[in-house]
Nanobody
Framework: QVQLVESGGGSVQPGGSLRLSCAASGSISIVNTMSWYRQAPGKERELVAAMTRGGSANYADSEKGRFTISRDNAKNTAYLQMYSLKPEDTAVYYC?????????????WGPGTQVTVSS
């Protein structure tokens, strides 16, 4: 059994910062690409940032320069550092990962963490 658990969400004023964490645990051989998605009320889930195991990152255009994804392979953990937050960043943020368990690579989602940006 594999679990992804996000943490670090909360409420912040516009212009503030938050750091999200996503920890993978369970019967893990290798954690491949780890990604952050978000879903705002009434909108579809969208990719925010992704990072391969080797450290190659890509970002949605709207987050370039404001968000930074990183990971610690030894801890099977990914991070999303968010700066200059805007009200439109308000959403549930989800962690996603491709994980090799045994002999299969499966895709997993965390339950999500709420980020609210409001004055």
């Amino acid at each position: 059994q594999v679990q992804l658990v996000e943490s670090g969400g909360g409420s912040v004023q516009p212009g503030g910062s938050l750091r999200l964490s996503c920890a993978a645990s369970g019967s893990i051989s290798i954690v491949n690409t780890m990604s952050w998605y978000r879903q705002a009320p009434g909108k579809e889930r969208e990719l925010v940032a992704a990072m391969t195991r080797g450290g190659s990152a890509n970002y949605a255009d709207s987050e370039k320069g404001r968000f930074t994804i990183s990971r610690d392979n030894a801890k099977n953990t990914a991070y999303l550092q968010m700066y200059s937050l805007k009200p439109e960043d308000t959403a549930v943020y989800y962690c996603n990962a491709d994980i090799l368990t045994g002999w299969r690579v499966l895709n997993y989602w965390g339950p999500g963490t709420q980020v609210t940006v409001s004055s």
